[in-house]
């Protein structure tokens, strides 16, 4: 069965250090999403995407957070100077289509650790 | 405000039995719910999905309920098995139309012991 993958599965970085989290969402997918979970918290969602563009965004996606597809197949989250609050797990997400009866493939995460 | 409850005690049950796990929401208006299970380090696996119109869903040893005048689901796991131990995440979207953004419950830890 088709899998979303996601890289690395756990990045550690110093605060005020650029990240890229990346994944490849499932090939027939059109739209993709990226969600957070801070530990012992509930999954958030940051951002969904589709046809290059950002479709829509939380508060929690700031001014430090970006997303791209840069070629036909890896979705990327960039946090440019990452804080201590940012350590999470961060999911992506693929769907073959965007409404709301459609549901969410996930991958395993990118456990993201700030020092 | 808006918000999604589940409950946030552990379940313990014993193989064999059902188990049921609930979700409440408030100011919300979904027209779709969605159940996924998470295991430990893992990422939310989609389980079921239900429409405002079903009154109850099923697949295979799962079976959901959605009361929107009660606004709660119900998350039911009959002959439970050790495996099926995990944390069960109700969602919804915030919106009924355009692009989807699930809002998620905190989970329901289940615990089947053999």
């Known amino acids: 069965e088709p899998e979303v993958t996601q890289t690395p599965s756990h990045q550690v970085t110093q605060m005020g250090q650029e990240v890229i989290l990346r994944c490849v969402p499932i090939?027939?997918?059109?739209?993709f999403y990226w969600y957070r979970q801070i530990l012992g918290q509930k999954v958030e969602f940051l951002v969904s995407?589709?046809?290059?563009?950002?479709?829509?965004k939380s508060e929690i996606f700031d001014d430090q957070f970006s997303v791209e597809r840069p070629d036909g197949s890896n979705f990327t989250l960039k946090i440019r100077s990452t804080k201590l609050e940012d350590s999470a797990m961060y999911f992506c997400a693929s769907s073959e289509e965007g409404q709301p009866n459609q549901p969410q493939h996930f991958g395993d995460g990118t456990r993201l650790s700030i020092l | 405000s808006q918000k999604i409850e589940q409950n946030s005690e552990a379940l313990n049950i014993q193989e064999g039995k059902t188990a049921t796990l609930t979700c409440n929401y408030t100011?919300?208006?979904?027209?779709?719910l969605q159940w996924y299970r998470q295991d430990p380090g893992r990422g939310p696996v989609f389980l079921l999905l239900?429409?405002?119109?079903?009154k109850e869903k099923r697949k295979e040893r799962l079976k959901v309920t959605f009361d929107t005048t009660l606004k709660q689901s119900l998350f039911h796991i009959t002959a439970s098995q050790p495996a099926d131990s995990a944390t069960y995440l109700c969602a919804l979207d915030e919106r009924n139309t355009g692009f989807q953004k699930l809002v998620f419950g905190t989970g329901t830890r289940l615990l089947v012991s053999p």
């Open positions: 239900i429409r405002e119109n079903e």
């Open positions: 090939s027939n997918h059109l739209y």
């Open positions: 995407f589709y046809n290059n563009e950002i479709s829509e």
């Open positions: 100011n919300y208006s979904p027209a779709y």
